[in-house]
């Protein structure tokens, strides 16, 4: 069984950056993928990154390609996403997620109802 932890939230300037890490702790008998979604209230929760188990495979939502770079570190067990270029409407709980069935999470943005979720961490880009 997977444990994660989100970290690295806070409040930025427009323009700015974060970087937000998804600490992984436990195992499973398969390969996984690992996407970050994000969840403003009165909005559907919205995928915005996900690496594939290998950490080949890269996916982006397309209100953040060329901002956002997710990343997989086996050795420190986390998957990183660096945001730059911040902007207001990227504001929200940033939650990770990770799912064996790496092609529902990652192409679909659509992780099983058994996945395991982090708590959260909280965006705020505001002037």
């Known amino acids: 069984q997977l444990h994660l932890v989100e970290s690295g939230g806070g409040l930025v300037q427009p323009g700015g950056s974060l970087r937000l890490s998804c600490l992984i702790s436990?195992?499973?008998?398969?390969?996984?993928?690992v996407a970050w979604f994000r969840q403003v209230p009165g909005k559907e929760r919205e995928g915005v990154s996900c690496i594939s188990g290998t950490g080949i495979q890269t996916f982006y939502a397309d209100s953040v390609k060329g901002r956002f770079t997710i990343s997989r570190n086996d050795g420190n067990n986390t998957v990183d996403l660096q945001m730059d270029n911040l902007q207001p409407e990227d504001t929200g709980i940033y939650l990770c997620v990770a799912d064996k069935l790496q092609y529902s999470l990652c192409a679909k943005w659509d992780p099983r109802p058994g996945a395991t979720w982090g708590q959260g961490t909280q965006v705020t880009v505001s002037s």
């Open positions: 436990g195992s499973i008998d398969s390969p996984y993928g």
